[in-house]
């Protein structure tokens, strides 16, 4: 295995790991527990949900590797905050979309090649990927590894 | 710049991102909301800022690249969930070992070559580590960076 390998097994190994266990966080949470707030006043389960969803829908047109399936979950999930939107999709809506959008994801993603992982997404012009490679489609792999992380340390202060 | 050295750079900006982030959090935070739960019931912020202090403190023996300051903080913050011990260092204490456990880490992580960075971690024998050559130096800045995103999500949950 040569080292470019190395690292975007390495990195890949990481984002699988932080996509299971976020997954067995909302499997284990019902509807119910789903409606819960992480802490007083804060964001609702269902609402980091529709939030992760979305996100995870929106890699792969970001990555240039695919369309996306959900992009009626922005305006609920991204460019809101929770409770600014009076009426949610139902759970089992969001669970699939979840399901879903990690489903053709992780397809999307073992379609690059090694060497792919180390070119520039589509937020980078050419001219500013010369300047900085170290902002390729795998430091977007890493930063939605955090964005997981970050949102599951919340999904586990919810009472079960 | 070699790719090996491009990859250390990326997992370098991103904990480096991630540290930032914490150190401003806990700075934002006065004595009195260190005092306060991420959530009914759950860790106080500043059981998560030894937790923080300790961990960060053990990774230069754990990454073989030298020796660790704060082993006194390991009974209450690591082998102890919060509240089981009744006395804990005052936020002085705390706050300091933060800074000082990160400023010795970062001088440490940076003597490693970017060759270091892949070779194995102190917890790795040499013949686990010819059969997954993944579970390097490398491997455990990563794993660490989640963890800080993890905690840094729940500590964002304190009333300010």
Same mark, same amino acid.
Request: net charge negative; proline share 4%.
């Given at each position: 295995m040569?080292?470019?390998?190395?690292?975007?097994?390495?990195?890949l +190994?990481?984002?699988?790991?932080?996509?299971? *266990?976020?997954?067995?966080?909302?499997?284990?949470?019902?509807?119910?527990?789903?409606?819960?707030?992480?802490?007083?006043?804060?964001?609702?389960?269902?609402?980091?949900? /529709?939030?992760?969803? %979305?996100?995870?829908?929106?890699? %792969?047109?970001?990555?240039?590797? /695919?369309?996306?399936?959900? !992009?009626?979950?922005? !305006?609920?999930?991204?460019?809101?905050?929770?409770?600014?939107?009076?009426? #949610?999709?139902?759970?089992?809506t969001?669970?699939?979309?979840? %399901?879903?959008?990690?489903?053709?994801?992780?397809?999307? #993603?073992?379609?690059? @090649?090694?060497?792919?992982?180390?070119?520039?997404?589509? $937020?980078m012009?050419?001219?500013?990927?010369?300047?900085?490679?170290?902002?390729? *489609?795998?430091?977007? #792999?890493? @930063? *939605? +590894?955090?964005?997981?992380?970050?949102?599951?340390? $919340?999904?586990? #202060?919810?009472?079960?």
């Amino acid at each position: 295995m040569d080292q470019q390998q190395l690292m975007v097994q390495m990195a890949l +190994t990481a984002w699988n790991q932080q996509l299971k *266990r976020m997954t067995d966080t909302f499997n284990s949470l019902s509807d119910e527990q789903l409606m819960q707030e992480v802490a007083p006043g804060k964001n609702r389960a269902i609402y980091l949900l /529709g939030h992760m969803a %979305a996100v995870h829908d929106r890699m %792969a047109p970001l990555l240039g590797i /695919g369309e996306r399936q959900f !992009p009626e979950l922005d !305006p609920i999930f991204i460019s809101s905050p929770d409770k600014a939107v009076a009426t #949610l999709p139902d759970t089992a809506t969001l669970r699939n979309a979840w %399901a879903q959008a990690n489903e053709a994801l992780t397809n999307q #993603l073992g379609s690059l @090649s090694a060497e792919g992982w180390f070119q520039r997404h589509t $937020q980078m012009t050419d001219e500013d990927f010369a300047k900085d490679p170290a902002r390729n *489609r795998l430091s977007v #792999l890493m @930063s *939605r +590894t955090s964005h997981i992380a970050s949102h599951q340390g $919340q999904l586990a #202060l919810i009472k079960k």
